[in-house]
């Protein structure tokens, strides 16, 4: 069983940035899979950008570049940094753990959800 605890959301302004973090207990080893995920009002949670186990990164194409995912695994902790925050980036966002990370930054398979954190962005 993996413990998510998402932290760091917030409301900021058009143009601002965040970072969010996620501490995983236990931390997942071998060929693991860590995602971060949005879920805006109205629409179904998807996949924004995730790591792997050999340090791999997956992300949206949407995104641009504006959104950076880590890890600290001595802290067990994976982070999003969110830069040029816009209105349409306000959701509430999770983490995730599982297996095989997939192009577009998701896992091919979740087994471990956070609670999320919101995120809003005003114009």
């Known amino acids: 069983q993996v413990r998510l605890v998402e932290s760091g959301g917030g409301s900021v302004q058009a143009g601002g940035s965040l970072k969010l973090s996620c501490a995983a207990s236990?931390?997942?080893?071998?060929?693991?899979?860590m995602t971060w995920l949005l879920q805006a009002p109205g629409l179904e949670r998807e996949a924004v950008e995730g790591?792997?186990?050999?340090?791999?990164?997956a992300y949206r194409d949407f995104l641009k570049g504006r959104f950076t995912v880590s890890e600290d695994r001595t802290k067990g902790i994976v982070y999003l940094e969110m830069n040029n925050l816009q209105p349409d980036d306000t959701a509430k966002y999770y983490c995730?753990?599982?297996?095989?990370?997939?192009?577009?930054?998701?896992?091919?398979?979740?087994?471990?959800w956070g609670q999320g954190t919101h995120v809003t962005v005003s114009a």
């Open positions: 995730a753990a599982g297996k095989v990370l997939v192009v577009g930054g998701g896992c091919a398979r979740i087994n471990y």
């Open positions: 790591i792997n186990g050999n340090g791999i990164t």
């Open positions: 236990p931390y997942p080893s071998n060929n693991y899979c």
